[in-house]
């Protein structure tokens, strides 16, 4: 069975004015859906995989025939970290974490205010197109990361918690070259509701 395109969760325009509706619609309709696409014809070939969910697939790119690796790595990547960025954000969100992640944030980096400008350095750092990352390590601990492109937190060993796009194509008709306020705004939107259940899960999923 076909990778589906998942919906957008709620309007373009919910996340105005730290995210405009003309840059969400062209995000998840063309973007995502073109990753979609050439994922699925990837596998074409290689129906098996179909199998397999994304992360089995991201988590072992080894086992993908040579022939299609890099198209797996790069469009598989691009479906999935997407269909995270979508349900991470959310209109009337932002604030701070509560509960185990915070809990758990101020144990690896001392507190919400260190965290944040550390996943702010490490979006600013990435050069050219890719993310920023909060990912959870085999032992539970957390580490703030950058990948460039689609490469994934998974192919690392790494399970992706929140993450930053810094593709162009994610802020580039609002904020043009200015990524530094797209970050900045991109905290305005966090669904840290999400981000927890994730964590939650992922924590149980670990142990």
Known sequence: MSFILPELPYAYDALEPHMDAQTMQIHHDKHHAAYTTNLNAALEKYPEFFEKSIETILSDLNAIPEEIRTAVRNNGGGFYHHNLWWTELAPNAG????????????????????????MGAAAMGRFGSGWAWLSMRSDKTLIIHSTPNQDSPL?????????????????????????????????????????????????????
Do not use: C, M
Request: hydrophobic share 40%; glycine share 6%; aromatic share 16%.
């Open 95 to 118: 604030g701070e974490p509560i509960g185990t992640l915070a809990e758990v944030i101020k144990k690896d980096f001392g507190n919400f205010a260190t965290f944040k400008e550390q």
């Open 155 to 207: 192919s690392q060993g790494l399970l992706p918690l929140l993450g930053i796009d810094v593709w162009e194509h994610a802020y580039y008709l609002k904020y043009q070259n200015r990524r530094k306020d797209f970050v900045d705004a991109f905290w305005n939107v966090v669904n840290w509701d999400e981000v927890e259940r994730r964590f939650a899960e992922e924590n149980s999923a670990a142990s």
